[in-house]
């Protein structure tokens, strides 16, 4: 097909558009201001079977095993609609490319773990602070400075933090132009990445 410099490299190239892809990913773990892949959005499904949808950090990516890392806190509602359903989707809009990522993936929680321990040891003395409030996560405050840190109770906020480990089986791709949308899909089958255009 036909290339043109009005559309992006990827335009009509799947191999381009899954490294792509993966590169904004990689890039994504970096806390560079206004880069979307750091901060997508993660959505789980309830116990009540409603979908719930929030942003999370990502912290660490690793192409070969198909994961994705963020970290979180026990309490939180998230890791109760994980625990009875480990399917999650996260979404990642960037406005640069002006690309749409979508990811399906099942996550497994470590807490208090090898994976868990290391990437605790690793995180700066600020961020643990975040796990070391006394209520939950979502409980009700009759005032916003009623959220108090007792570290003494919780390990520092160890005993809170649970590192996240999405593992993708489906990746999906989004680019709207005037003069032709484009749509892609990346499925992990028998091994491998089946790859294949979808209409937009
Ligand atoms: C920019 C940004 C980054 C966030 N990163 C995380 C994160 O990495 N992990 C996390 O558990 N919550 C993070 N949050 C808070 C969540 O979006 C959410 O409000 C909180 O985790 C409670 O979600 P839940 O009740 O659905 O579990 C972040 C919020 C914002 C605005």
Redesign the pocket.
């Known amino acids: 097909m036909q290339q043109n410099s009005e559309f992006p490299e990827e335009y009509n190239n799947l191999n381009l558009i899954f490294e792509k892809i993966w590169s904004i990913l990689e890039t994504g773990i970096k806390p560079i201001s206004n880069n979307p892949a750091h901060?997508p959005a993660l959505a789980t499904i309830d116990n009540n079977n409603l979908p719930?949808i929030?942003?999370?950090?990502l912290r660490s990516v690793n192409r070969p095993k198909r994961e994705i890392w963020?970290?979180?806190?026990i309490r939180?509602?998230?890791?109760s609609d994980l625990s009875n359903n480990k399917n999650a989707s996260f979404l990642i809009y960037d406005p640069k490319n002006k690309f749409q990522i979508r990811l399906l993936t099942t996550i497994k929680m470590h807490h208090n773990d090898p994976k868990s321990s290391k990437a605790w040891n690793n995180l700066k003395p600020m961020s643990k602070i975040c796990y070391q409030v006394s209520q939950a996560?979502?409980t009700q405050l009759s005032d916003p400075l009623k959220a108090i840190n007792t570290p003494e109770i919780n390990n520092e906020g160890r005993d809170n933090f649970v590192v996240l480990v999405a593992k993708i089986i489906e990746l999906e791709w989004l680019y709207l132009h005037h003069k032709g949308h484009r749509r892609a899909r990346f499925n992990w089958l028998n091994n491998n990445w089946d790859s294949g255009w979808i209409t937009p």
């Open positions: 901060t719930q929030r942003s999370v950090v963020f970290h979180s806190d939180s509602s998230k890791i996560p979502g």
